[in-house]
Every structure is written in structure tokens, then in C-alpha cells.
């Protein structure tokens, strides 16, 4: 398909340990998004990345968290030491340029469970 | 300190009806808005966006007002549908949508009853 894919879908893990987390965007979108819903939480913003380089990390909640992305396409997410408020879905999105005339489009998420 | 609030977390409405979902800002900078959809297990999909410069945009079945003044957007889905039940949600920006983030609000889960 030519939609944004995530993976894995689903992760659980041991409260310390490191997890990592990979985003495909649509082939062809300069710009791509982290943001993390937590339960009964909005989308809260995380990362954006503009090509290879992310203007803005002001969302990282912590230095535990780190987002790179190569060849202007797949972005990994990696979060470190995991604790439970980790526990979130993780979303990925892009979109051509910015989104004022090409809106995000995201993947169906990762379910992170920390335990 | 929410930027962007929704505060109705659910909202039932008889099929055919209206459905009007509304949404609170506090950031006047905020320039651009946009409305997303979301089904159980599935991503957000965009449904419709605003700038600022209007106080209305039109598609289909969806409507979306926006009144500066007050701070306010609203969506309206005329006639709703049993597909139309999903959460949506309420996103702002103060870059025109060129760049940056999106600020989302918690959602409403809208249900269209048969």
C-alpha cells in the first residue's frame, strides 16, 4: 500500500529496557511527524523532522526519547530505559511539505505497553 | 495548559440529523485549523481545514466554522451517518500550515445512531 506504515503494530517490554520503533512514510513526503496518544489523552506532539534534520524536538518529553531519520524516508523512534507512563500509541505521519495543502497522514500506530 | 480544547468527550446524535462538534482555543496566534477523524485501531485521517483568513469552509457533508473573536471552531456534519461515528479531533497551528506541529485536542467521540 502507499500509506504510512508503522512497526510493530503492538510492543510490550520490561519496564528499563530499550525500545525502538520504525515509521515508512509515503514515498515521496519531505516531512514526517511523532506524536503519542496516551489513554484517554489528545495527540500530544513529539518530533517533526523536515528532510533528514528536526527542526523542532521541542515534544520529547525526556532525554530517554530520540527520533532520527535517514535518506529522507524511514524515521525510528528509540525510546531508553522505558518507564510505564511510556505506555502510550506512538503515530507517525507525513505529509509533502508541511501540511497546509497536504494535511499529515499517519500511520495506524504502535501500542507501546511497558510493564 | 491546553491550547486546544474539546470539551465534550462524546456526543450521540439519530442518523440524519446534524452533528456539530465544537472546539475552544486560547493561542491567538494560532492560524490554521484542521479537523481529523479517528477509528478504533486506524490512524487519524484528515476530514477538513480552515484558515484563518475564512470563517467557513464547505466539503460535502462537512462543514467547518471558525469565529476568531471567540476563539472557536466548529465542525458540522449535515446529514450524519452510522459512518460517521468515530472520535474526532480538533487540531491548530501558528505557522499557516507550512511548517511545525499541529496541537491537538482530546477528541469527541462522535456516535450516529440507525
Known amino acids: 500500500g502507499a500509506g504510512v506504515s508503522q512497526s510493530p503494530s503492538n510492543k510490550v517490554t520490561e519496564k528499563g529496557k530499550d525500545v525502538e520503533l520504525r515509521c515508512d512514510p509515503i514515498?515521496?513526503?519531505?516531512?514526517l511527524y511523532w506524536y503519542r496518544q496516551r489513554l484517554g489523552q489528545g495527540l500530544e506532539f513529539l518530533i517533526y523532522?523536515?528532510?533528514?534534520?528536526?527542526?523542532?524536538k521541542s515534544g520529547l518529553p525526556s532525554d530517554r526519547f530520540s527520533a532520527e531519520r535517514t535518506g529522507e524516508s524511514v524515521s525510528t523512534l528509540t525510546i531508553q530505559r522505558t518507564q510505564q507512563e511510556d505506555s502510550a500509541v506512538y503515530l507517525c505521519?507525513?505529509?509533502?511539505?508541511?501540511?497546509?495543502?497536504?494535511?499529515?497522514?499517519f500511520g495506524n500506530g504502535t501500542r507501546l505497553t511497558v510493564t | 495548559d491546553q491550547q486546544v480544547k474539546q470539551n465534550s468527550p462524546s456526543l450521540s446524535v439519530q442518523e440524519g440529523r446534524i452533528s456539530i462538534l465544537n472546539c475552544d482555543y486560547t493561542?491567538?496566534?494560532?492560524?490554521?485549523f484542521l479537523w481529523y477523524k479517528k477509528y478504533p485501531a486506524e490512524g487519524p485521517t484528515f476530514l477538513i481545514s480552515?484558515?484563518?483568513?475564512?470563517d467557513k469552509n464547505e466539503d460535502g457533508r462537512f462543514t467547518v466554522f471558525l469565529n476568531k473573536s471567540a476563539k472557536h471552531l466548529s465542525l458540522h456534519i449535515v446529514p450524519s451517518q452510522p459512518g460517521d461515528s468515530a472520535v474526532y479531533f480538533c487540531?491548530?497551528?501558528?505557522?499557516?500550515?507550512?511548517?511545525?506541529?499541529?496541537?491537538f485536542g482530546k477528541g469527541t467521540k462522535l456516535s450516529v445512531k440507525p
Open positions: 480552515i484558515s484563518s483568513i475564512k
Open positions: 487540531a491548530a497551528s501558528e505557522y499557516g500550515g507550512s511548517q511545525g506541529n499541529l496541537i
Open positions: 514515498s515521496g513526503h519531505t516531512a
Open positions: 523532522f523536515q528532510g533528514n534534520s528536526a527542526p523542532d
Open positions: 493561542n491567538s496566534m494560532f492560524d490554521y
Open positions: 505521519a507525513s505529509s509533502l511539505q508541511g501540511f497546509g495543502n497536504s494535511p499529515l497522514h
